[in-house]
T-cell receptor
């Protein structure tokens, strides 16, 4: 039982390049989330998927797209990377359907640097 | 809008000292949940505790205890007899349940408190 896994662990991009961050969970959770963590700012929600087949914007969605490929997988795509997107990206999942009561479980993170 | 404030940016203690991490939140909802997460140097976020807005009982788990006070909108976290392995960034987070709103667990995080425990 691996929980939430993310690939890659580290990535360096040049401005304008694109890439996709992958996330998978094996807990049969319905809801999945993408966050970014920047120094001194805690974690901020980029996009979320309340259930398979649905996605919605979070607090900071600009410059990102997501795909809920199936119940297990939720990917985050940067179409044209910018230095402002240098951050640590976390994927999380929760059972879903419980609203505020849901507990989110996080992956190990992807450290992305955009030069 | 909901907000979580962790005013202590960094705390440094010596092993075996007790340490309290402060968390103050703002919300207009009467139903909400509060969480604490730990981020050790390895980087992953580890869930520690969830508390709902109806239950103001303090909770103790081993060396960890949590003090929830609705009157002061605070949910403080105390580590008793701290150990080097407690060194980490600790995040407090708030999740609201708004009637008629999208039912998902939207978390608002505080900025985090870096705890360093020296041997």
């Amino acid at each position: 039982n691996a929980g939430v896994t993310q690939t890659p662990k580290f990535q360096v991009l040049k401005t304008g390049q694109s890439m996709t961050l992958q996330c998978a969970q094996d807990m049969n959770h319905n809801s999945m989330y993408w966050y970014r963590q920047d120094p001194g700012m805690g974690l901020r929600l980029i996009y979320y998927s309340a259930s398979e087949g649905t996605t919605d914007k979070g607090e900071v969605p600009n410059g990102y797209n997501v795909s809920r490929l199936n119940k297990r997988e939720f990917s985050l795509r940067l179409e044209s990377a910018a230095p402002s997107q240098t951050s640590v990206y976390f994927c999380a999942s929760s059972e879903g359907g419980a609203g505020a009561r849901d507990t989110q479980y996080f992956g190990p993170g992807t450290r992305l640097t955009v030069l | 809008a909901q907000k979580v404030t962790q005013a202590q940016t960094e705390i440094s203690v010596v092993e075996k000292e007790d340490v309290t991490l402060d968390c103050v939140y703002e919300t207009r909802d009467t139903t909400y949940y509060l969480f604490w997460y730990k981020q050790p140097p390895s980087g992953e976020l580890v869930f520690l505790i969830r508390r709902n807005s109806f239950d103001e009982q303090n909770e103790i788990s081993g060396r960890y205890s949590w003090n929830f006070q609705k009157s002061t909108s605070s949910f403080n976290f105390t580590i008793t007899a701290s150990q080097v392995v407690d060194s980490a960034v600790y995040f407090c987070a708030l999740s609201e349940w708004s009637a008629g709103g999208t039912s998902y667990g939207k978390l608002t995080f505080g900025q985090g408190t870096i705890l360093t425990v020296h041997p």
